[in-house]
């Protein structure tokens, strides 16, 4: 009888390799590592394109968000911009450009306490100043937000590659200018 560590000892050719039998459930699922190989392949395909879906499912879902905090934003900055513009009217603008006048009372109608807190003598500055300070900030997101797309547009009417634009530099501009408050 030959035993299994005698093997070398007692053949003069090389042991054969076995064939490599995979079972489930007691059926052959592979006759030999060619095909083994194939169905590993075709696996880690399978989950590579699992992989891709669920990044861009959620590269999707991430600018949903990016979008509606966008639309939020706006949505403010519009609201800010208009209180800011309104305390910086005077008596003698308003008299001067009848469409500047207009303007104020659109904003009265729109927003009747914050205008009130507006004239205030004892609260006007301090509302005046946090209605800047969130112009700014909804401003600089906004700018950050936007900064691909707007790079994208400019260099789209930049003639030579000289002139063209970063996302980065776009986004070093928009903090150097913050607070961008022109109304």
Same mark, same amino acid.
């Given at each position: 009888m030959?035993?299994?560590?005698d ?5 003069t050719?090389p ?5 490599l ?7 052959s699922v592979m /006759?030999s590592e060619?095909?083994?190989?194939t169905?590993?392949d075709?696996?880690?395909a399978?989950i #590579?394109?699992?992989r891709?879906?669920?990044l861009?499912a ?7 968000r990016l979008d ?11 609201y800010? /911009?208009?209180?800011?513009?309104y ?7 308003l008299?001067?450009?009848p469409r500047a006048?207009?303007?104020c009372?659109?904003i009265?109608?729109?927003y009747?306490e914050?205008?009130c807190?507006?004239? /205030?003598?004892i609260s006007g /500055?301090?509302?005046?100043?946090w209605?800047?300070?969130h112009?700014?900030f909804?401003r600089?997101?906004? #700018? ?6 707007t790079?994208?547009?400019?260099? #789209?009417y930049?003639s030579?590659?000289e ?9 070093r501009?928009?903090?150097?200018e913050y607070?961008q408050?022109?109304?």
């Amino acid at each position: 009888m030959i035993r299994a560590f005698d093997w070398p000892y007692h053949m003069t050719e090389p042991r054969p390799k076995p064939k490599l039998k995979l079972k489930f459930k007691g059926q052959s699922v592979m /006759d030999s590592e060619a095909q083994l190989k194939t169905e590993i392949d075709r696996i880690e395909a399978q989950i #590579g394109l699992l992989r891709k879906a669920t990044l861009e499912a959620e590269i999707n879902a991430l600018q949903a968000r990016l979008d509606r905090i966008h639309e939020v934003i706006t949505d403010n900055c519009e609201y800010s /911009d208009d209180l800011v513009w309104y305390a910086r009217k005077s008596p003698h603008t308003l008299q001067a450009y009848p469409r500047a006048a207009e303007q104020c009372s659109r904003i009265e109608m729109m927003y009747p306490e914050e205008v009130c807190k507006i004239k /205030d003598p004892i609260s006007g /500055d301090f509302q005046h100043g946090w209605n800047s300070a969130h112009l700014a900030f909804y401003r600089l997101v906004t #700018g950050l937000i936007e900064a691909d797309d707007t790079v994208e547009d400019m260099n #789209g009417y930049a003639s030579d590659e000289e002139e063209q634009m970063t996302v980065e530099d776009m986004i070093r501009d928009i903090c150097d200018e913050y607070p961008q408050l022109d109304t």
